[in-house]
């Protein structure tokens, strides 16, 4: 058996552009293919920045990225970041985002009721509002002021069937 071996492996097509390019790099081994141009459209790669799949557009930007270092899908318009389907410890989350890259929405797992949530952000990146559902069935929407404080919560108790509302954590309105 014979082995050969190198550091770069570069496929090009009859009029010697690369078209393909196996190497090692600094720290670890990439794959990529390029189109007639020269500009990359798959690349695969295992280093230690990043482990995936990412494929790009006919002008050479990001259009997806299978990342399994931090576990999730990144989707891309024009190379900015538009929307990402992440893995967390506390579950699953999807996020879209602004082109300015901070995030309009974001639908996961709340980090302090452990239940399903839904984040909005102003243009600022500054979160607005959340709806939160618990696993007994009782929800509450919390509206935040520019400072980023809870301003206004509404809750709803599934076992009194009541409704409440408060405002900077005092309760303005009670339904039974």
Known sequence: M??????????????????????????????????????????????????????YDSDGHKLAQLDAIQPGLILYEEGQVRAA??????????????????????????????????????????????????PVGSSRLLLFDGAGDTSIEVACDPTSLGIEVSRNGKVIWKAP
């Open 2 to 55: 014979t082995t050969v071996k190198a550091e770069r492996f570069l496929l090009t097509d009859s009029k010697g552009n690369p078209r393909a390019e196996l190497a090692m790099a600094a720290d670890g081994p990439v794959l990529a293919f390029y189109d007639e141009e020269g500009k990359p459209r798959v690349k695969v790669g295992a280093t230690e920045a990043e482990a995936g799949f990412i494929l």
């Open 85 to 134: 389907l992440g893995i967390t410890n506390l579950g699953g989350s999807l996020a879209l985002y602004h082109d300015d890259e901070k995030p309009v929405a974001v639908l996961g797992v709340d980090a302090e009721a452990w239940s399903p949530a839904l984040s909005l952000y102003g243009r600022n990146g500054q979160l607005q509002a959340k709806l939160i559902t618990a």
